[in-house]
């Protein structure tokens, strides 16, 4: 189907442990990007990539690691987990000429 | 600190009246901006932007207004419907970037 996915949808780890979250796209859109939503924080921009190969810090990035090797993929690695990385995490796309962004459906995670 | 504030964490309002949402910036190089809507378990979907060359954006039954000399916009729902009961969110950004910077968040509850 069309549109942007996340996967897994509900994930649960222990501090310690590295843990991948999957985005994919298939609007061909150039621009994908991390977020994180906290109570009292909204939705916080952790990563984010212009095109393949190229991505850039946003304003919440350590602890995380991004790569994006294809246009349509987007996965963000948490290389150690850590308690206050429990949130939920968004991806989003965009492309064209506007700012507007699609956001896929959310993982929970939760770092015990 | 916070460039894009949502003070009203959650607003109530019955089926057919008005919704005002607000929402206020500091950064007087934001642009571009724009509302979401979230419900519960999904992502955020867009709903309707404004760049700051306007004062009012009208889609339906949503109008944005800009207040650049304030530095505030806010979202009006009219009629309002239960079906707007969803948490919404500001969010800004300046020219030629796709990096969005987005306010905590305001609970709409529309009762019948």
């Known amino acids: 189907d069309a549109g942007i996915t996340q996967s897994p949808r509900y994930k649960i780890t222990e501090t310690g442990r590295q843990v991948t979250l999957m985005c994919h796209q298939t609007w061909s859109h150039s621009y994908m990007f991390w977020y994180r939503q906290d109570l009292g924080h909204g939705l916080r921009l952790i990563y984010y990539s212009a095109a393949a190969d190229i991505t850039d810090k946003g304003e919440v990035p350590d602890g995380y690691v991004v790569s994006r090797s294809k246009t349509e993929n987007f996965p963000l690695t948490l290389e150690s987990a850590t308690r206050s990385q429990t949130s939920v995490y968004f991806c989003a796309s965009s492309g064209g000429d506007t700012d507007t962004q699609y956001f896929g459906p959310g993982t929970r995670l939760t770092v015990l | 600190d916070q460039q894009v504030k949502q003070n009203s964490p959650s607003l109530s309002v019955q089926e057919g009246r008005i919704s005002i949402l607000n929402c206020d910036y500091t950064n007087s190089m934001f642009d571009y901006f724009l509302w979401y809507k979230k419900y519960p378990a999904e992502g955020p979907t867009f709903l309707i932007s404004?760049?700051?060359?306007?004062d009012k954006n009208e889609d339906g039954r949503f109008t944005v207004f800009l207040n650049k000399s304030a530095k505030h916009l806010s979202l009006h729902i009219v009629p309002s419907q239960p079906g707007d009961s969803a948490v919404y969110f500001c969010?800004?950004?300046?020219?030629?970037?796709?990096?969005?910077?987005f306010g905590t968040g305001t609970r709409l509850l529309v009762s019948p």
């Open positions: 404004i760049s700051s060359i306007k």
């Open positions: 969010a800004a950004s300046d020219t030629g970037f796709q990096k969005l910077v």
